[in-house]
């Protein structure tokens, strides 16, 4: 899910998934970087969020 908060210029990733069948298919990148890339220009800054205990290790991909 991504959004934007047009009263603060804030771009928001939240809960970015990938079946397990499709990791390390570099598909969690893309689609992070698609929103980001659609973010640039209307946002100022970006916030993320998941669940930091998560096996699939959300942080890993939110800083690739």
Do not use: H
Not at 5 to 20: A, C, F, N, R, Y
Not at 23 to 45: D, H, I, P, Q, W
């Amino acid at each position: 899910m991504a959004d934007l908060d047009t009263s603060v210029k804030e771009g928001v990733l939240e809960w970015i998934q990938v079946l397990p069948q499709y990791r390390r298919m570099n598909l969690g990148t893309s689609l992070v970087n698609e929103l980001l890339n659609r973010l640039k220009g209307k946002a100022v800054f970006a916030t993320v969020s998941g669940d930091c205990s998560n096996v699939s290790n959300p942080i890993r991909l939110y800083k690739k």
